[in-house]
């Protein structure tokens, strides 16, 4: 059973940074496709970024030049960097892997952006 933890989440003002980690077991496998998706409240979660096995990334129209997906397989970690953020980033964000039909959740971590 393959576990992700989340990190990194918390309070910053709009126009700050935030860098959130995940990271999955050890006992999981490395290459999984993985991503970040949030969730704010009376909302659908959505997809947030997105990265391959190879390194292709994808974005959500909302956040493309402010967030950056990476990865280290060697570390079996996925990360978000958060740049320029706003109020409507405001959401739970869950960390997400998949391999074939298995899919894997984070719990989650909170990310409010105010004043």
């Known amino acids: 059973q393959v576990q992700l933890a989340e990190s990194g989440g918390g309070l910053v003002q709009p126009g700050g940074s935030l860098r959130l980690s995940c990271a999955a077991s050890?006992?999981?496998?490395?290459?999984?496709?993985k991503a970040w998706y949030r969730q704010a409240p009376g909302k659908q979660r959505e997809v947030v970024a997105s990265i391959e096995r190879t390194g292709y990334t994808r974005y959500a129209d909302s956040v493309k030049g402010r967030f950056t997906i990476s990865r280290d397989d060697a570390k079996n970690t996925v990360s978000l960097q958060m740049n320029s953020l706003k109020p409507d980033d405001t959401a739970v964000y869950y960390c997400?892997?998949?391999?074939?039909?298995?899919?894997?959740w984070g719990q989650g971590t909170q990310v409010t952006v105010s004043l």
């Open positions: 050890a006992s999981s496998p490395r290459n999984y496709f």
């Open positions: 997400y892997a998949q391999n074939g039909p298995a899919i894997y």
